[in-house]
């Protein structure tokens, strides 16, 4: 027995670091993780600093009130034999260290600590639906998904535009899965419509239980996007919810790390009852992260089992053949969802499919295109350094040429903006690169950002918080960042983007900026 222990073991932490992209390390069992499967905790290795943590002054300061007696100095500290030897050290290693430990952060605000993990109980029938969520699922169409522990409960959606009176009625299917000695809930998803644009629908699903609601989106511009990555389940992400429901907006649209279940199947169950008072009433986009994986050696060897059954995104309805990557339109905009935990180099199935997806995007139709991945293609930030370069190198080629307005990313538990880039270059004609994961994980906050600022990094600051993307029209979108402060959100970085669009330059001017010609123009979109 002991001997089969050590093997589960060595298996388990086997497949959790070939599951983790570089840079991740073991470490030991917390609370959070009681049962045998999770002697091993993925952590990321990049250096951390108490989230409490302020720079330390190198200066000590002493009380200067008349009351207090200085102590008489009767051996100077320079004729100590180990002054000037600690004098140099501090001059060489320790002067230049300091702003490197403080850049990103500014002086009026405290760093706030990570908080608890909030587990939303389970408080319905097993009839009842709970987890409930709303996604787009096509021109006019939206999936309604939700667990009953009631395998008998049938996957059917009764909806209508008059509260407790359902006019239409759609039956979907459903599915479930195993993970050990987990076994998940009946998982229902069920498409609805055709529905009105900008229209409050009321719905009831299974037959029982409470009544949900949700508002279907625009059918043009104004659309208002709120952008969260690595979401979690902890005070903090109860915090980002409550601030990005303070405010109206269309669509929640989610760059990985949803759960951070981690193995830990209830947490799943409990993040979807957490989200669904917000992820039922407006459509939730979501795309994975390297917390979405899961895989085991042998046994589940492919990965993404809970978040393929639970989030099951629009990838049929848009050509895909994987859920783990997919795109959409809404309100003039093409958003595409990438998948950084599968195979993105020229030969993947990936990579045809996003080049094909481009290659359909009618400008005229949808004048903004948007793209959302997990690990960042561009990073100041210390945590994640370089773990999206890869991804990057084969794909960036492709959203430049097709003139993509936005790359949102997550992973870093920071905020951080960069200007339009194209190949490590600032550049007019490429997206503007947005990190936003730190929508409230249990991990905290990634403080520490290379020091001196690289040009193209515009804005950047490790705090919870989410975004706000307003498209007012084809050309102009207003971009915001909400740190949360406390109880409150405080706009603290926030700018007008041009869609590409309508930069006529970057159609006209097809050269790269390595002096090579680009492949497409915009006829060919
Ligand atoms: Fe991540």
């Known amino acids: 027995m002991p001997s089969f222990l050590f093997l589960f073991h060595f298996f388990k932490m086997s497949s959790l670091l070939q599951a983790y992209p570089k840079g991740f390390q073991v470490t030991s069992l917390t609370p959070l993780q009681p049962n045998f499967l999770h002697i091993f905790k993925i952590q990321p290795r990049a250096p951390r600093t108490p989230s409490y943590y302020k720079p330390p002054s190198l200066f000590m300061s002493f009380p200067t009130s008349s009351n207090h007696k200085q102590p008489k100095m009767e051996n100077p500290i320079w004729q100590n034999p180990h002054f000037f030897p600690l004098l140099l050290t501090c001059t060489f290693f320790l002067f230049p260290l300091q702003p490197s430990l403080s850049a990103g952060l500014q002086d009026d605000y405290i760093r706030q600590p990570p908080r608890k993990v909030v587990v939303a109980p389970h408080l319905r029938s097993k009839s009842d639906p709970q987890q409930v969520h709303a996604s787009l699922a096509g021109k006019e169409y939206m999936r309604i998904s939700w667990v009953t522990d009631e395998k008998d409960v049938a996957s059917k959606v009764e909806y209508g535009k008059v509260s407790g009176k359902y006019e239409a009625m759609a039956v979907g299917n459903h599915t479930s899965y195993h993970y050990f000695f987990y076994s998940s809930g009946k998982i229902h998803h069920v498409k609805i419509g055709p529905l009105e644009p900008a229209t409050t629908y009321y719905y009831r699903c299974g037959g029982h239980g409470p009544e949900f609601s949700f508002k279907t989106p625009p059918q043009t511009f104004p659309i208002e996007f709120v952008v969260v990555g690595d979401l979690g389940q902890t005070e903090w992400t109860a915090s980002t919810l409550s601030h990005v429901d303070s405010k109206d907006y269309d669509v929640f649209l989610l760059p990985g790390d949803l759960s951070y279940a981690d193995t830990q199947q209830p947490l799943w169950d409990s993040f979807g009852r957490l989200v669904e008072p917000y992820a039922s009433r407006r459509p939730w986009m979501v795309t994975e992260g390297n917390h979405e994986i899961e895989t085991f050696p042998i046994i589940y060897p492919h990965g993404f089992k809970a978040y393929n059954a639970r989030w099951l995104m629009p990838y049929q309805e848009s050509g895909s053949t994987s859920n783990l990557y997919y795109s959409f339109d809404v309100a003039g905009s093409h958003i595409i969802m990438l998948g950084s935990y599968t195979d993105f180099d020229e030969d993947s199935v990936q990579y045809k499919w996003l080049e094909s997806d481009l290659r359909k995007v009618d400008r005229k139709k949808t004048p903004w295109v948007i793209v959302l991945l997990h690990a960042p293609w561009y990073n100041t930030n210390l945590a994640h350094k370089g773990e999206g370069e890869s991804m990057r190198k084969a794909m960036e080629d492709l959203l430049y040429r097709a003139r993509v307005d936005v790359v949102f990313a997550g992973h ?45 990094s515009v804005y950047r600051e490790p705090s919870f918080g989410h975004g706000r993307l307003r498209v007012v029209d084809e050309s102009r979108a207003h971009w915001s960042w909400h740190r949360n402060n406390d109880s409150d959100s405080f706009v603290a970085d926030e700018v007008w983007l041009q869609s590409l669009t309508t930069t006529k330059s970057c159609w006209h001017n097809t050269a790269n900026t390595d002096g090579s010609k680009s492949k497409v123009n915009k006829d060919e979109l």
């Open 412 to 456: 870093v538990h920071a905020y951080e903006r960069f200007t339009r880039i194209y190949n490590n270059k600032a550049d007019p004609c490429g997206p503007v690169y947005i990190t936003i994961g730190d929508g409230g994980n249990r991990e905290g906050l990634a403080l520490m950002f290379e020091n001196p600022t690289p040009e193209v």
